[in-house]
């Protein structure tokens, strides 16, 4: 080893600002890619959703890995829904109706983030999804034990987001008045 030998967190002032966990983001939000997508039953078969891994392709955490929100696909003939829609109380069917209506309606907000327009919304495979960019805010959660986690719990159009803050994410922000979004607003004013 040679006398020149740094120490093994050479130029780091303060140990405290180096995390201990390699996968660590800040809280934001960031410019991710699609590199992976597929719809899957649950371990119980009785449910599928939409996974889909995202990498991080800008700034300071480029290239680190997280998964999409977890969206259940609805079809009509799950447990739930078939005997939902087949019920002869109409209050059941009018509350099947509408979980299965809001169920889509975040799938389409997803995949409206994903750059999917209405005329493939029909037509789009999990797999079409490959290659395509995302905004996703990334929010950290301390949990009971004290490990932090973290996910991404909201998904933006690519093209909606401005004022990036250098480092990949894009500050704190939240809905500017025409459906973008914005680097002037405080995290208390995100809607999510």
């Known amino acids: 080893m040679s006398d020149d030998f740094g120490g093994f967190f050479d130029g780091v002032d303060d140990i405290e600002d180096v995390s201990n966990d390699p996968f660590f983001m800040e809280d934001g939000v960031y410019r991710w890619k699609v590199v992976s997508a597929e719809a899957k039953k649950t371990n119980a078969g009785d449910k599928t959703g939409l996974n889909v891994k995202l990498q991080c392709v800008e700034g300071a955490y480029r290239g680190n890995t997280q998964y999409s929100p977890w969206r259940r696909i609805p079809f009509r003939t799950d447990g739930d829904f078939a005997s939902g829609f087949n019920s002869d109380d109409e209050s059941t069917q009018a509350d099947t109706m509408a979980s299965f209506r809001k169920l889509q ?3 389409r907000k997803d995949f409206e983030a994903y750059g ?9 495979k999990p797999a079409d999804l490959i290659g395509r960019e995302v905004m996703g805010r ?14 991404i719990v ?8 401005s004022g990036p803050d250098g480092q990949g ?11 973008g979004f914005n680097a002037n607003k405080t995290n208390d004013d995100v809607p999510f």
């Open 105 to 107: 309606a975040q799938l």
């Open 116 to 124: 999917v327009g209405a005329d493939e919304l029909k037509t789009i």
């Open 138 to 151: 990334i929010r950290n959660e301390t949990q009971d034990n004290g490990d932090t986690s973290r996910r």
């Open 154 to 161: 909201g998904l933006y159009p690519a093209d909606e987001v």
């Open 169 to 179: 994410g894009f500050g704190d922000f939240a809905s500017s008045t025409d459906g």
